[in-house]
């Protein structure tokens, strides 16, 4: 009987907030993340690496399940370190599954462990920045191979793809870029219209391409990754992205959850078990790997985001497309212009890489600073060589473990890493101590905890997430 009652009011409670803040700015708020989520959602479905069904159900799913759980405008993104190399490297649908798959089983131990904190706090910055670079390089890679064959020379065959929108965009994008105004959706509305213009008009019967049904679809694809094919997909895109995953979108997450809603503070644990069950349930059956993200939550803050009103309509807002076209979209979306995509894409790749220009912040010691850049770009050239994240994350360790050793010495550097294996237990118990309610300014660079007994902070752009990370003192919670 208890536990009905609290359902009720805990139900009653939720429906009062929505219809509370039921308003524009949430629905503008809604349009955030969108930057991020449609050029890697449209590249994956075109090529086949993801099911499109699959994907819209789960994401608008785990939208509406995400708000009501915490109560913010919690966002649901791609993983962009597994979709950059996927994209890159034309890996199977199957492979992208491993990957998301093997991911989220480590993501979700480490939140039932309460362990998360520890690869956050002993994966070095600078190699981390280098997996967000070398993710960042691959994406405009891609983004320069859907551009480089379109001519500048416009006719009646390529007057929705060619050079000068590609141009165009890119002004467009770069008009925008300090504004409110989302580029991402407009940029997407209009290459919708260029392709439904094509699809039912000037190329009606010659496209071949099958049209969007509207009717009632649902995932019916199951993936089934043979052993290999687990280990390729797992090895080459995933490793890579585990750290990643561990500090941006969960351990940076809540520290800013803690600066913007002081009053609905989320776990690390519970968001990274929320990380790890969302692809658990949906990489099954070919849906994108998906994650929360400190980035996403901020630019839906930015766009007028208050509270999970904004991603329940967006969740909303996916499901009905789900069911209402699912997969059948994909002819449509094969048609959508490269020019406008490639915009779209190579400026996902550039708020991407942004975040390496963090890599000394907080660090003052010149030889330091050298060092971080180092391995940063040896992370990011082995990325880029062999199209494998997990090959450029264990290559970062190795520079960074030699370097840290040329720069300390033999004894200070087994002293220091001695030290940091004794600390561990006290990390693991203070991991929870932080959490900042002090009143900030949003619309200024604003500091929040990463651990509570650990030697890192986050400090998170309400524009563009985590930025520096620095020394902090560990205070107790009462």
């Not at 009062?16 to 349009?31: A, C, D, F, Y």
């Not at 991911?103 to 600078?126: E, K, N, Q, W």
């Not at 790749?349 to 907080?362: C, T, W, Y």
Request: proline share 5%; with cysteine.
């Amino acid at each position: 009987m208890q536990l009905m009652d609290h359902i009720k009011t805990r139900s009653k409670n939720s429906y009062q907030r929505i219809k509370q803040n039921l308003t524009l700015h949430e629905v503008s708020g809604s349009l955030g993340d969108l930057g991020t989520l449609l050029p890697i959602m449209i590249s994956l479905a075109v090529s086949g690496q993801i099911n499109l069904t699959s994907t819209l159900w789960f994401g608008g799913i785990w939208n509406i399940v995400s708000g009501l759980l915490f109560q913010v405008p919690m966002c649901v993104q791609p993983m962009k370190a597994i979709a950059a190399t996927i994209l890159s490297s034309d890996m199977t649908i199957e492979q992208n599954m491993s990957a998301g798959l093997g991911v989220a089983a480590i993501i979700f131990f480490l939140g039932a462990t309460r362990t998360i904190h520890l690869v956050g706090s002993y994966t070095p910055v600078a190699v981390i920045r280098g997996i967000q670079l070398g993710a960042a390089c691959s994406l405009i890679k891609k983004a320069h191979d859907l551009v480089k064959g379109l001519p500048w020379v416009i006719t009646s065959d390529n007057w929705s793809d060619n050079n000068t929108w590609v141009l165009l965009s890119f002004i467009f994008v770069m008009i925008c870029y300090r504004t409110r105004v989302p580029s991402a959706l407009i940029l997407f509305i209009i290459g919708l219209i260029f392709a439904l213009i094509r699809m039912f008009g000037t190329e009606r019967d010659s496209l071949g391409l099958p049209w969007p049904v509207a009717g009632g679809h649902y995932p019916d694809t199951i993936i089934r990754p043979t052993p290999e094919e687990f280990r390729t997909g797992f090895g080459n895109a995933g490793v890579g992205q585990i750290p990643l995953t561990a500090l941006n979108s969960v351990i940076a997450l809540s520290a800013l959850i803690d600066d913007l809603f002081p009053d609905r503070h989320a776990d690390t644990a519970s968001i990274s078990m929320s990380v790890g069950a969302m692809n658990l349930i949906g990489c099954w059956f070919g849906s994108m790997p998906f994650c929360h993200g400190s980035g996403g939550l901020a630019g839906q803050y930015r766009f007028g985001a208050r509270s999970e009103v904004s991603i329940i309509i967006l969740g909303l807002c996916k499901l009905l497309l789900g069911i209402i076209f699912g997969s059948s979209l994909v002819g449509l979306l094969q048609v959508f212009p490269n020019s406008i995509l490639g915009v779209m894409l190579f400026i996902s790749g550039i708020e991407l890489a942004s975040a390496a220009r963090a890599v000394n912040n907080g660090v003052t010691d010149e030889a330091k600073q050298k060092e971080n850049w180092t391995i940063m770009l040896v992370t990011m050239g082995v990325i880029i060589a062999y199209s494998n994240d997990g090959v450029g994350f264990l290559s970062g360790l190795v520079a960074a473990l030699i370097l840290a050793v040329q720069r300390l010495g033999i004894r200070a550097w087994f002293k220091s890493f001695f030290a940091g294996i004794r600390e561990m237990p006290s990390k693991w118990k203070h991991q929870e101590a932080f959490q900042y309610n002090k009143p900030t300014d949003v619309s200024s660079d604003f500091k929040a905890p990463m651990n509570g007994n650990g030697p890192h902070e986050v400090v998170v752009d309400p524009e563009r997430g985590p930025k520096e990370i620095y020394t902090p003192k560990p205070t107790t919670r009462h």
